[in-house]
Structures are given as C-alpha cells and as structure tokens.
C-alpha cells in the first residue's frame, strides 16, 4: 500500500474550510494595500537559488531538491519564493512599471529538512514583495499586513522580532567582531558552526544546538556595528512601529537563513506550534536584483508558512465558518423519474442552486438517508405520481414538512429559498 512522503501532507476535505479562509482573507487583505499578484514556476534554473540566496546557506546545502531535467540541465523546485519574483520582475521588464512594485504570491515551496510541527518537505507560503524603494515607511507597510493577517485571523501571543543587519558597507566589520569573539569558542561550538566559522559567519546566530545558545547570547550584536545610512534606516522604523502602536522585540541574534538580506530583518513569533515557534519573516533585500543581473533596486518582502498559521488557529480554538455545500438532494421512482430528475439537477444548478443526486438504483428509503446524511435543505421527490401530475413533492428535511410545486415552478420556488438568507427559509 503507498503511502504519502515522509514530510508532506494531504490537506483533507474536513481542513480545506481554513485553507479557504486563509486564503480568502489574503486575497481582500492584498488587496487592500494595493497588491497585485503573480505566479512563478515551481522549479527555476538552480543557480539562480545558488546564486540569489547563497552557497553557504543551509538551504543551497543541504534542503534544495534539485534535478536534471531531460537535457541536462540543473532545474531546482523552488525553496523561497523571493528569487523567482526577482527573476520575473527582471525577464519581463517590470523595471519600467511605478515605483515602488507591489507583488504578493501564495506557493508551495520545497525543503528537504526534518519534519517538525507545522513544517513540511513540501508547505505553502504567502509572501509579499516590494521592489523599488529605499523608504524605511514600506518596512512599516511590509510588516503591518503581516500583523493585520493575524490580527484579523484572531491569533493571540503574535510578537514581532526585529533585527538590522547592516549592509555590505559596514555589515564586513560585524562579521570581524563575530568571528574574533568565536575564534575564542571555537572549541566548545558544534561541528556545523565549525563549518559556519569558516564559510558564512552570520548563520552562526542562527544555530539550534543547546549547546551554542549561552555563546550566541553573548555574541557581538549587528546593531552595535550599523554605519550612519544602516543606522538611520532602522531608528526611523523603530520610530514608526511605535508612532503606529506595533509592539516589537529586538532580536539581536536574528538574521534569518538567506544570505541576500540586508538592513531589517523581522520574524513573527506565536506560542504553542512546537520548538521552532516562527509563523514567518522576511527582511530587505536591496542587493538581490543586482546580484541577478539587474541595476541596483532595493526592496523588501516577507514569507510566511500557511501550515503554521492554520495549526496556530486549531491549537487556540479559532473556528472557521463552514464552506458552502449542496441544499437540495433530488430522490426518484423509475427511469423516467431519474431522466426528469437529471434535467432538474441541470437547471437547479445553472440557476447558482448547489444540489446533488441519488445516483444508482437504491429504494426511497435508502435515497432519503441518503438525503439526511448530506445536510441538505430541501429534498426532491420524483416518480410516476410527480409525472402524471405535473407536481414535484418537496420535503423540507429540519420540519419534515411536505409541499407539492409545479415541475415548471420548482427551480425558482427552491431559488426564492435557498438563496436567501438563513433566517428567512421555510
């Protein structure tokens, strides 16, 4: 018997009602701060994740899957969903387009790391991208619809970490410091960081081994290392979070695990959803469209797992309203019955009337459980006795009352009803 990957999910009828909503809720949210959406393929040429996010970055290492395709070409199924953005925004000559660019995305995004709750090989992803301007008010405006998601959604214990990294300017000098301070703890880090010593000194702050953490909370911090533009950049935002009452943490040891990052950096944090406790991030990235063969153009964005936020939902309680199902179930007695009942099904349905049904060959009885077991409203009746008189029988299934409507009244009489409003049905 097949079984699913280790690492992957079937989202099941009975969850899709959160997936709906979060999605629905994202739509109207994007749209609301004006931004447009785009789609990318799932896998893009490998050197552009090489390239973009960094060769010593765990992911370029260890948790990409990558293939040759049939010609021998390297293609990768994509790990983040910055890159592809870029890489589009570039291809299509999006440069040209007002500035500042505002794109938002919904992917499923592919890592080859440990299962944990809340995270899998193959997850989902909302991520939004501003491309094209330097103002520390589109950090605000990046990070607020992040916040207004959960706010509307409902979730408690939400906390912003805030972090600046710095930029290639000044960012060499922190990188000094950090690695003379490890140089004096070399012998009492983990072999990854051994490794991270050498190759990308930064993801040094990122380690979860235990046994690196009272070392990492002594470490230098980057804020300490900011040249003046750095600096500013982030008191200004600092100062906007607070004018616009968004509580914030400063996360000294954050700097996020993609090496195209510069300036802010952010995370968001829930309780409750296991040891790795983020519900998303993101951060600037204003080198990253240069590095890719573009003119220098800042920008910033933010990722944050689908999958965790529904499990954040479940685990506080928050419910979702139902997804709209079929309200009437149509029953019948003989082929000529059925025949009748299939034209009706038709027209009910072409009338934005959701009905099913009673396939087969089954007794009334049987078809009326039938009935029950779907939740409809209202059930359709049809045999000889309907035909001969030109009378559909209706039940309505909570009351268990009966009605007889004309066959040529029947679409609009159910329409009148279950069209409108809860409250106002028979």
């Known amino acids: 018997m097949y079984r699913i990957p280790r690492g992957t999910q079937d989202i099941l009828p009975e969850d899709q009602p959160y997936w709906r909503f979060l999605q629905g809720l994202i739509h109207r949210l994007c749209q609301l701060y004006g931004y447009q959406q785009i789609n990318t393929p799932i896998f893009e040429e490998t050197s552009l994740f090489v390239r973009g996010i960094g060769e010593g970055t765990d992911i370029v290492e260890k948790e990409m899957y990558t293939f040759k395709d049939k010609g021998g070409e390297s293609l990768t199924l994509r790990p983040e969903g910055t890159a592809p953005v870029m890489r589009a925004y570039l291809e299509h000559g999006m440069w040209v387009l007002p500035k ?14 440990r299962p944990q709750a809340g995270r899998y090989r193959q997850h989902y992803q909302f991520g939004v991208e501003v491309i094209g301007e330097q103002d520390p008010a589109v950090d605000l405006e990046v990070i607020s619809i992040a916040w207004h998601l959960y706010r509307e959604i409902g979730l408690k214990g939400v906390s912003i970490q ?26 009492e880090i983990c072999a990854d960081c051994k490794v991270r010593l050498k190759r990308n000194p930064l993801r040094l702050l990122d380690c979860k081994n235990e046994g690196c953490q009272g070392i990492i909370e002594g470490a230098p911090r980057s804020i300490d290392h900011l040249c003046t533009d750095c600096r500013q950049h982030f008191e200004t935002l600092r100062s906007y979070l ?46 990253l469209i240069e590095e890719l063969g573009g003119e ?6 933010f990722g944050l797992g689908m999958e965790r936020i529904i499990l954040t939902m479940k685990d506080q309680g928050i419910q979702v309203p139902e997804l709209p199902s079929p309200k009437v179930f149509i ?39 039938q009935a029950d077991r779907a939740g409809v409203d209202f059930t359709l009746i049809l045999g000889e006795r309907e035909i001969e008189s ?17 066959m040529d009244d029947v679409v609009d009489w159910l329409s009148q009803r279950v069209l409108k409003p809860i409250g106002e049905r028979l």
């Open 100 to 113: 500042p660019v505002k794109l938002y995305y919904i992917v499923p995004i592919f890592r080859y790391e």
């Open 162 to 187: 805030l972090n600046s990294i710095g930029c290639p300017k000044c960012r060499p000098g922190y990188v000094k410091a950090l690695v003379e301070y490890y140089r004096g703890h070399e012998g």
């Open 242 to 287: 607070d004018f616009m009452g968004l509580p914030y943490d400063l996360n000294h040891r954050l700097v996020r695990g993609l090496d195209y990052y510069t300036k802010t950096v952010f995370e968001f944090w829930a309780e409750g959803i296991g040891a790795q406790n983020a519900l998303g991030g993101g951060g600037r990235y204003d080198g």
């Open 296 to 301: 220098p153009t800042p920008g910033i964005g």
């Open 331 to 369: 029953a019948h007695r003989g082929e000529a019955a059925k025949r009748i009942g299939l034209k009706l099904l038709a027209s009910l349905r072409a009338a934005g009337v959701g009905a099913v049904f009673a396939f087969g060959d089954r007794s009334l009885k049987a078809q009326m459980r």
């Open 390 to 406: 030109g009378q559909v029988t209706v039940r309505a299934m909570a009351k268990g009352e009966q009605f007889e409507v004309g």
